[in-house]
Antibody
Framework: EVQLLESGGGLVQPGGSLRLSCAAS????????MSWVRQAPGKGLEWVSG????????YHADSVKGRFTVSRDNSKNTLYLQMNSLRAEDTAVYYC???????????????WGQGTTVTVSS | DIQMTQSPSSLSASVGDRVTITCRAS??????LAWYQQKPGKVPKLLIY???TLQSGVPSRFSGSGSGTDFTLTISSLQPEDVATYYC?????????FGGGTKVEIK
């Protein structure tokens, strides 16, 4: 069964850091691009960051550029999101999602994890 | 950046009604557009990709159309289990912007 399991969320103070992980199983992880998508309480979906299958190319939304870094370890079938200089507006459920192919663009988010909650508050 | 605008932001319709949701891109995205369904308290689910291709397992009452800047998601006969928020998303370039969502309720 194809599965994505996020972890690492929690309560952090403004300016703090957190690293999210997404453990993948049931498919050849390195063959798929991956993305992080977040959803603030009561709000819509916001694409955050993404990475191609090999890890060579990464992409970030302007709202997190310079603060968040996406990476992956294909030997561990795990996707990461390092979040630094966190702000109150980063409070959200963070989902990892698999793209439908190795290509980052022209593909779609066909498998989603259950999400992990990040709360930035003093 | 290309903006994705959905309309309406919410709608209420009766069981059996035909429902249409619109997504407009501020610049052309060819057919690189997906629709997602998010039921209350649940994870988003891919419904339609490449503007009009139904994802495996999705009921045939859902359909998508459009190309360039204007897209529609249609539910041919609304069912109680279709209560959800629907999002469009472009995938031709970064950022992979989502539309603001359309909340569908039963009247």
């Amino acid at each position: 069964e194809v599965q994505l399991l996020e972890s690492g969320g929690g309560l952090v103070q403004p300016g703090g850091s957190l690293r999210l992980s997404c453990a993948a199983s049931g498919f050849t992880f390195s063959s798929y691009a991956m993305s992080w998508v977040r959803q603030a309480p009561g709000k819509g979906l916001e694409w955050v960051s993404g990475i191609i299958g090999s890890g060579g190319n990464t992409y970030h939304a302007d709202s997190v550029k310079g603060r968040f870094t996406v990476s992956r370890d294909n030997s561990k079938n795990t996707l990461y999101l390092q979040m630094n200089s966190l702000r109150a507006e980063d409070t959200a459920v963070y989902y990892c999602a698999r793209h439908s192919s190795a290509y980052y663009f022209y593909s779609y988010l066909d498998v989603w994890g259950q999400g992990t909650t990040v709360t930035v508050s003093s | 950046d290309i903006q994705m605008t959905q309309s309406p932001s919410s709608l209420s319709a009766s069981v059996g009604d035909r429902v249409t949701i619109t997504c407009r891109a501020s610049q052309g995205v060819s057919n690189y557009l997906a629709w997602y369904q998010q039921k209350p308290g649940k994870v988003p689910k891919l419904l339609i990709y490449a503007a009009s291709t139904l994802q495996s397992g999705v009921p045939s009452r859902f359909s998508g159309s459009g190309s360039g800047t204007d897209f529609t998601l249609t539910i041919s006969s609304l069912q109680p289990e279709d209560v959800a928020t629907y999002y469009c998303q472009k995938s031709n370039s970064a950022p992979l912007t989502f539309g603001g969502g359309t909340k569908v309720e039963i009247k």
